[in-house]
Every structure is written in C-alpha cells, then in structure tokens.
C-alpha cells in the first residue's frame, strides 16, 4: 500500500506560479512511477505529466513548456512546478503511483488539491 497526500493547490491570477507537492508513504517510493493528473466537473481525468523510475518525463501537450515534474527519492516526494499558469489549468490536480509487476499495475491515489487560475 502507498499513501498519497498532495499539497500546493491554491488561487492564482493567470500568468502565475504553483508549485505541487505530494509525498508518498508506505512502500519504497523509487520503484515507482509518479505521475499528476488533473479533472474538471463533468471532464474525464487527464494526464498531465509523468515521471518514471530513471527519471524519464512525460507531458500533456497543453503544458508543455510551462510545467515541470520532478521527483526526491530521498524525500519521497514529486513535485510539479506550474509556470504561465492559464484559466484553463483549472482543476482538481491528483497524485499517482504506479507500479507493474508482471501482467498487473498497482496503481495509489492521493486526495487531491485545488488548482484555480483567475483570469
């Protein structure tokens, strides 16, 4: 079992800057892949960037260029910068664990975090 507990989310006018934050408990953080997803009333839930375990990043389009995911292994924790943030990054922003293990992924939740960009 991982546990998941993001923080950062807040209100910010467009143009600004965010930085989330969620630290993992529970399992040895380094073995798994980390990423940030973020969904909208009504939306299904996206992507937005990823990180594997040899540090290898994966971005949505729309952010590309403005965020940056990265990760402590030694704090167990990843993190995503938000820059030139957009009314349209408007969101619930989650974090994820993900782990395969032959043909089944284990994959851990956190609760989530507000992200409101005012334009």
């Known amino acids: 079992q991982v546990q998941l507990v993001e923080s950062g989310g807040g209100l910010v006018q467009a143009g600004g800057s965010l930085r989330l934050s969620c630290v993992a408990s529970g399992s040895i953080f380094s073995i798994f892949t980390m990423g940030w997803y973020r969904q909208t009333p009504g939306k299904q839930r996206e992507l937005v960037a990823d990180i594997t375990t040899d540090d290898s990043t994966n971005y949505t389009d729309s952010v590309k260029g403005r965020f940056t995911i990265s990760r402590d292994n030694a704090k167990n924790t990843v993190y995503l910068q938000m820059n030139s943030l957009k009314p349209e990054d408007t969101a619930v922003y989650s974090c994820?664990?993900?782990?395969?293990?032959?043909?089944?992924?284990?994959?851990?939740w956190g609760q989530g975090t507000q992200v409101t960009v005012s334009s």
């Open positions: 994820n664990a993900r782990r395969r293990v032959n043909i089944l992924t284990y994959r851990y």
